[in-house]
T-cell receptor
Framework: DQQVKQNSPSLSVQEGRISILNCDYTNSMFDYFLWYKKYPAEGPTFLISISSIKDKNEDGRFTVFLNKSAKHLSLHIVPSQPGDSAVYFCAAPHGSSNTGKLIFGQGTTLQVKP | NAGVMQNPRHLVRRRGQEARLRCSPMKGHSHVYWYRQLPEEGLKFMVYLQKENIIDESGMPKERFSAEFPKEGPSILRIQQVVRGDSAAYFC?????????????FGPGTRLTVL
């Protein structure tokens, strides 16, 4: 049962353009979402998060949008840079608020072309 | 402040052998999580530990897998009698608390290959 889904395995964009990565979830109890970025042979690193009481959170070039009614969130990167090329995972904590167990999507590989 | 450390980075085992993966959390962190990433998949939660306690092992296979986080020393993920299907990247993460809203910091992972 895949509770967090990233249906696009890969995305390719031109440097300077916008990258939009999508994520859907099925569990309406999720109230907090995170995006992680992962380079090859490294562990994931935290990028940005959003609470369900918000519909948008912005940090520099990165903005996450949350549509609770559609159970959908997206990560926007503007402008995209070659160094952004990586695998992006969305994730949500599952279970009680004191377990911290994260449920990850399958990931989307972003390639930003110079 | 060193990040999360995992060793070895690469581990090769033959079927039937034991694999021991180690994780040293960030300084000041007493909460450790283990995740497994199979090829072409996302990370899957395995187990959540605090010092000397297993808090949530709902993602651990019922047999051959065990984890510990002793009072002193690193957390250990142990896989007995490995099979080819155990080949994966194993990531450890640590956090200051077990709160869902507390950032988890990941180590570089151990890539296990079972021949």
């Amino acid at each position: 049962d895949q509770q967090v889904k990233q249906n696009s395995p890969s995305l390719s964009v031109q440097e300077g353009r916008i990258s939009i990565l999508n994520c859907d979830y099925t569990n309406s109890m999720f109230d907090y979402f995170l995006w992680y970025k992962k380079y090859p042979a490294e562990g994931p690193t935290f990028l940005i998060s959003i609470s369900s009481i918000k519909d948008k959170n912005e940090d520099g070039r990165f903005t996450v949008f949350l549509n609770k009614s559609a159970k959908h969130l997206s990560l926007h990167i503007v402008p995209s840079q070659p160094g952004d090329s990586a695998v992006y995972f969305c994730a949500a904590p599952h279970g009680s608020s004191n377990t911290g167990k994260l449920i990850f999507g399958q990931g989307t590989t972003l390639q930003v072309k110079p | 402040n060193a990040g999360v450390m995992q060793n070895p980075r690469h581990l090769v085992r033959r079927r039937g052998q034991e694999a021991r993966l180690r994780c040293s959390p960030m300084k000041g962190h007493s909460h450790v999580y283990w995740y497994r990433q199979l090829p072409e998949e996302g990370l899957k939660f395995m187990v959540y530990l605090q010092k000397e306690n297993i808090i949530d092992e709902s993602g651990m296979p019922k047999e051959r897998f065990s984890a510990e986080f002793p009072k002193e020393g690193p957390s250990i993920l142990r896989i007995q009698q490995v099979v080819r299907g155990d080949s994966a990247a194993y990531f450890c993460a640590s956090s200051q608390s077990g709160s869902s809203y507390n950032e988890q910091f990941f180590g570089p992972g151990t890539r296990l290959t079972v021949l």
